[in-house]
């Protein structure tokens, strides 16, 4: 019952829709399944498997907007739902930036679903914790690690017409190994909409590698650096970028993007020419669901073009308000880049220090979109191509902005946190203060 066909869906919301008697009535129905494997210390501590689908009504009268939602489909639930979500909706106050529910769209299909990862097993979950805890064994470390895996659908229909099916699959996994005493700690993470790219006994031997390098860290002073960024070391960063791309926030002077003096830095030119980033949901090795929770279609969307911002996205409302069309904001973010692998890049850098990860991002100051965190899970000095010797973590006060303007090289993008980030050197990056984490 978790994953329902279109047509399933489709005649499930109908119902629903018949049944209201508001002025606008919208219908969200939803369902996955899925399961998991955590471990810890070498063994296995939890595992499972869930399902589960929700259909959530929202009605409006003018303004005025209630919600409820059930998990029952009988007749008789259909109508408890209706009737209760519009019973809300006239005990609420009207909501001045309310925004009728749109009409009919057209969608294209975007290749979000894997027959394999949709099949994924309790055993296939079992050796994937196996392939790190048994080598981790073997060379007396210690492995932790989660892998979770999800089928699902999600649908909307509304009164106006508008109808939108998708299907999608998904499955994480990372892994943190550490050397026996503590003071060594290698991590690495992968996802993947199909499941037959994901290779755990390779990732898991890529932080058993780091465990072991990072044991004997050495303290350097802080200051600013050369540094070779890992893939999600930058995401980490640039995701608080890609979400901050906002018009709104920066007519009203919120965000790294307002102007002095009033309004935005849409046009400027505000990053190394190399920086080209942009979203697409239906990109081959990112994909996503082509439509908004509002049922918006998506489309492929160029965001910064060699450094240049060509575009900030739109609320439907804050569009209307401005005279603007609405753009949906980045569902994924592709960052373009070369060929170099990370490997490339230490063989290239006479000084310099690799970062595997940063960790605890918080942000400082979001109108210079200055941000704090710390390195951990393996950081290493490099020098005359090779990594010499690890280093202690730092906390870093870093901003993308300048980050991106400090760009020595961009590697190969690869998949990482739904995102393509290549790997990046970079300059003069900002190390506040030593860490004791490992």
């Known amino acids: 019952?978790?994953?329902?066909?279109?047509?399933?869906?489709?005649?499930?919301?109908?119902?629903?829709?018949k049944l209201s008697e508001a002025d606008f009535c919208e219908v969200n129905l939803s369902g996955s399944k899925g399961g998991n494997i955590r471990y810890a210390r070498n063994t296995?501590?939890?595992?499972?498997?869930?399902?589960?689908t929700s259909l959530v009504v929202q009605s409006s009268y003018g303004?005025?907007?209630?919600?409820?939602?059930?998990?029952?489909?009988?007749e008789a639930s259909l109508e408890k739902v209706v009737r209760r979500s519009e019973e809300l909706a006239e005990l609420a106050p009207e909501n001045p930036e309310f925004m009728e529910p749109l009409g009919p769209q057209e969608y294209k299909q975007s290749n979000t679903w894997s027959d394999s990862t949709a099949n994924i097993s309790?055993?296939?979950?079992?050796?994937?914790?196996?392939?790190?805890?048994?080598?981790?064994?073997?060379?007396?470390?210690?492995?932790?690690?989660?892998?979770?895996?999800?089928?699902?659908?999600?649908?909307?229909?509304?009164?106006?017409?508008?109808?939108?099916?998708?299907?999608?699959?998904?499955?994480?996994?990372?892994?943190?190994?550490?050397?026996?005493?503590?003071?060594?700690?290698?991590?690495?993470s992968r996802d993947f909409n199909d499941v037959s790219n994901l290779d755990t006994a390779s990732a898991s031997q890529i932080a058993i590698d780091k465990s072991i390098g990072s044991a004997d860290a050495v303290a350097l002073e802080p200051g600013r650096?050369?540094?070779?960024?890992?893939?999600?070391?930058?995401?980490?960063?640039?995701?608080?970028?890609?979400?901050?791309?906002?018009?709104?926030?920066a007519d009203e002077g919120r965000s790294f993007m307002s102007k002095a003096g009033g309004g935005s830095r849409l046009g400027e030119k505000m990053f190394d020419e190399r920086v080209t980033i942009y979203s697409d949901p239906f990109d081959p090795n990112v994909p996503e669901t082509p439509w908004t929770g509002s049922g918006q279609p998506v489309e492929k969307t160029m965001w910064i073009e060699n450094g240049v911002v060509k575009n900030l996205?739109?609320?439907?409302?804050?569009?209307?308000?401005?005279?603007?069309?609405?753009?949906?904001?980045?569902?994924?973010?592709?960052?373009?880049?070369?060929?170099?692998?990370?490997?490339?890049l230490v063989a290239e850098t006479e000084r310099g220090i690799l970062v595997t990860r940063t960790w605890y991002i918080r942000m400082v100051d979001?109108?210079?979109l200055l941000?704090?965190?710390?390195?951990?899970?393996?950081?290493?000095?490099?020098?005359?191509?090779?990594?010499?010797?690890?280093?202690?973590?730092?906390?870093?006060?870093?901003?993308?902005?300048?980050?991106?303007n400090n760009v020595e090289e961009i590697g190969k993008p690869v998949r990482t946190s739904g995102n393509m980030i290549p790997p990046m050197k970079i300059r003069d990056f900002t190390f506040s203060s030593l860490s004791d984490a490992v």
């Open 1 to 17: 019952m978790a994953i329902l066909t279109e047509d399933q869906a489709r005649e499930i919301m109908q119902k629903v829709v």
């Open 44 to 52: 296995v501590t939890t595992s499972g498997e869930e399902d589960n």
């Open 63 to 74: 303004e005025k907007t209630g919600t409820a939602t059930i998990n029952e489909f009988d």
């Open 122 to 188: 309790p055993d296939y979950r079992a050796e994937a914790a196996a392939n790190s805890i048994n080598p981790s064994k073997n060379q007396d470390l210690v492995a932790a690690g989660f892998l979770e895996d999800g089928a699902g659908f999600s649908a909307i229909m509304n009164n106006k017409g508008l109808f939108a099916y998708n299907r999608e699959t998904d499955v994480e996994f990372s892994v943190t190994i550490r050397t026996r005493d503590g003071r060594g700690s290698g991590w690495v």
């Open 225 to 249: 650096y050369t540094v070779i960024l890992e893939p999600h070391a930058s995401a980490g960063l640039l995701q608080n970028m890609f979400y901050s791309l906002d018009a709104r926030s």
């Open 313 to 344: 996205s739109y609320s439907r409302y804050w569009a209307k308000e401005n005279d603007r069309e609405p753009l949906p904001g980045p569902v994924n973010g592709i960052m373009l880049g070369g060929d170099k692998s990370t490997a490339d």
């Open 366 to 368: 979001p109108q210079s």
């Open 371 to 404: 941000l704090t965190g710390l390195t951990r899970d393996g950081t290493f000095y490099i020098e005359d191509g090779e990594i010499k010797h690890a280093v202690k973590n730092f906390r870093f006060n870093e901003s993308p902005v300048i980050m991106l």
